[in-house]
């Protein structure tokens, strides 16, 4: 187990009244059983959420700006631990979700890029 370190810059091309951010660590390639039709099969899982970098919240996001205006830009650094529950940390990536609103339809823009 160790810890993800995580530098974003984000710039916004449209006014947002308030911005927030989700900074998710994601495992690819998780073997596991899945029902598929009738049968269970050993099935490769992508995209598998292992952690976020906020727990106060169900969705795992933070405000970072209010009144936010064209070619505004913020520059975040963020940790997340690699949880005990990683198969392969060779398969580990981070998304980076900038929301709209603190609502689970207010998603504005995503990342995800390999972790290195």
């Not at 995580?6 to 900074?23: H, P, W």
């Not at 598929?36 to 899982?45: K, M, P, R, Y």
């Not at 689970?104 to 990342?111: E, F, L, R, Y």
């Amino acid at each position: 187990s160790g810890v993800v370190n995580v530098e974003t810059k984000t710039k916004f091309y449209n006014v947002m009244n308030q911005a927030y951010i989700g900074v998710y660590l994601l495992e690819d390639a998780v073997m596991a059983m899945q029902k598929v039709g009738t049968l269970d099969s050993l099935t490769s899982h992508e995209n598998v959420m292992r952690a976020s970098a906020f727990n106060s919240d169900t969705l795992g996001i933070d405000l970072i700006g209010t009144s936010l205006a064209v070619d505004d830009e913020l520059v975040g650094n963020y940790n997340i631990t690699v949880p005990g529950s990683v198969v392969d940390p060779n398969n580990l990536q981070v998304a980076v979700v900038v929301w709209e609103s603190d609502q689970v339809d207010g998603v504005a823009n995503s990342i995800i890029v390999d972790v290195e």
